[in-house]
């Protein structure tokens, strides 16, 4: 499996970012793939994510009203992450992440940095 993640980089607090994250390699059509975050000094924490049987998802309270994660229906296995209202809280590596039937596979993680 890969998972190939963008859209990180530099913003200031308020504004707003789109990640994405393509995955690749694999063929099974069970699964979740989202986001994690991890800032210095801190644990990896989930942000988001989305099942691919029924499009369920999952936000951490402290991104709900805030971000919104999609599947785009055209680019088949791609996701993205809307981050509105971004704030200097938010600042961290964020990483793609897809887990089947338990095992998680990761992406390389991508800077998302919010000035205050």
């Known amino acids: 499996v890969q998972l190939q993640a963008s859209g990180g980089g530099l913003v200031q607090a308020g504004g707003s970012l789109r990640l994405s994250c393509a995955a690749s390699?694999?063929?099974?059509?069970?699964?979740?793939i989202g986001w994690f975050r991890q800032a210095p000094g801190k644990e990896r924490e989930g942000v988001s994510c989305?099942?691919?049987?029924?499009?369920?998802?999952?936000y951490a309270d402290s991104v709900k009203g805030r971000f919104t994660i999609s599947s785009d229906n055209a680019k088949k296995n791609t996701v993205y992450l809307q981050m509105n209202s971004l704030k200097p809280e938010d600042t961290a590596v964020y990483y793609c992440?897809?887990?089947?039937?338990?095992?998680?596979?990761w992406g390389k993680g991508t800077q998302v940095t919010v000035s205050s």
């Open positions: 390699g694999f063929t099974f059509d069970d699964y979740a």
């Open positions: 992440n897809q887990r089947h039937w338990g095992t998680d596979y």
């Open positions: 989305i099942s691919s049987s029924d499009g369920s998802t999952y």
